[in-house]
C-alpha cells in the first residue's frame, strides 16, 4: 500500500480478515446501538407525555371510579401511571366485594399490586438499557482486540523483510487502529445515551413512586370518610 491508498476504505479492505470481522462486528453494533437509542428516546417520551396527562386527569377531581373504568378499556393503549393505579383500583375493589372491611387490609393489598406493576413497568422501561451499557463497556476491548491482532500481522509480515522503514510500517499500523476507532465509534454514544436514559429512568421511577403513596394516602382518607363499598376522589 502506497501513500495514495492511506484512506479509511483502502485501510479497512487491506486489513486482514480477523481485523475485517472485528471491524464489521463493531459496525453492526454501531448500527443496533443507535437503533436502541432512538427506540429508548420516543419511548421514554411517549411514557413521559402519557403519565403527565393522567396526572392531570387525575389531580383535575375526576372520580377514582370514572378513572378505572377509563384505563380498564384498553390497558396497552395508557401509560405505566395508569395502569399502575388500575391495578391498585382493581385489587381495592375485589377485597371491599369480598366484604374485607379492615382498612389496613385493603390499602396492603391496593398497595401490593401497585408495587407489582410498577416493577413490571420499570422493567420494560429499561428494556435496552443493559444492551447500551454492554456496548458502552465492551466495544472498545474489542476494537483494541482488532488492533492487537492487527499489529501481530503486520509485524509479521515485516519479518521478511531486509529494510523496513516508516512508508512500510505505517499502513499496517493505520489498518490495525481503525478497529480503535470504531471500537471507540460504537462505545462513545452508548456511553452518554446510557447515563441519560438511567438518569430520566430514574425520574420516572421517583415519579411513578411517589403517585403510588399519593394515591394510597388518597385510599385511606376515603375509607375512613366513606366506609361503604364506593370509592372516590
Known amino acids: 500500500?502506497?501513500?495514495?491508498?492511506?484512506?479509511?476504505?483502502?485501510?479497512?479492505?487491506?486489513?486482514?480478515?480477523?481485523?475485517?470481522?472485528?471491524?464489521l462486528l463493531l459496525l453492526g453494533v454501531s448500527v443496533a446501538s443507535w437503533a436502541a437509542i432512538f427506540r429508548k428516546l420516543f419511548a421514554l417520551k411517549?411514557?413521559?407525555?402519557?403519565?403527565e396527562a393522567f396526572e392531570r386527569e387525575f389531580w383535575s377531581g375526576t372520580s377514582l371510579n370514572d378513572l378505572y373504568a377509563s384505563a380498564a378499556q384498553d390497558p396497552a393503549?395508557?401509560?405505566?401511571?395508569?395502569?399502575?393505579?388500575?391495578?391498585?383500583?382493581?385489587?381495592?375493589?375485589?377485597?371491599?366485594?369480598r366484604r374485607i372491611l379492615d382498612a389496613g387490609t385493603l390499602l396492603d393489598g391496593a398497595r401490593r399490586a401497585m408495587r407489582a406493576s410498577f416493577q413490571r413497568e420499570m422493567d420494560v422501561i429499561e428494556s435496552s438499557l443493559s444492551f447500551l451499557g454492554s456496548v458502552a463497556s465492551v466495544s472498545?476491548?474489542?476494537?483494541?482486540f482488532g488492533t492487537v491482532w492487527g499489529?501481530?500481522?503486520?509485524?509479521?509480515?515485516?519479518?521478511?523483510?531486509?529494510?523496513?522503514?516508516?512508508?512500510?510500517?505505517?499502513?499496517?499500523?493505520?489498518?490495525?487502529l481503525v478497529a480503535t476507532a470504531l471500537g471507540l465509534f460504537a462505545a462513545i454514544p452508548a456511553v452518554i445515551a446510557y447515563n441519560r436514559f438511567a438518569r430520566d429512568i430514574d425520574r420516572v421511577a421517583t415519579h411513578q413512586e411517589t403517585f403510588i403513596e399519593e394515591f394510597s394516602n388518597i385510599l385511606q382518607?376515603?375509607?375512613?370518610?366513606?366506609?361503604a363499598p364506593q370509592a372516590g376522589h
Open 46 to 51: 411517549r411514557v413521559r407525555s402519557l403519565n
Open 221 to 227: 382518607r376515603n375509607l375512613a370518610a366513606h366506609p
Open 151 to 176: 499489529i501481530m500481522h503486520a509485524f509479521t509480515g515485516f519479518a521478511g523483510m531486509e529494510q523496513v522503514t516508516l512508508a512500510t510500517v505505517a499502513p499496517g499500523i493505520a489498518e490495525a
Open 1 to 23: 500500500m502506497n501513500s495514495q491508498d492511506m484512506s479509511i476504505l483502502s485501510l479497512v479492505l487491506g486489513a486482514s480478515w480477523v481485523v475485517q470481522l472485528v471491524m
Open 140 to 144: 472498545p476491548y474489542v476494537g483494541l
Open 77 to 97: 393503549r395508557v401509560g405505566p401511571m395508569e395502569r399502575i393505579f388500575a391495578s391498585g383500583m382493581r385489587e381495592f375493589q375485589k377485597l371491599r366485594e
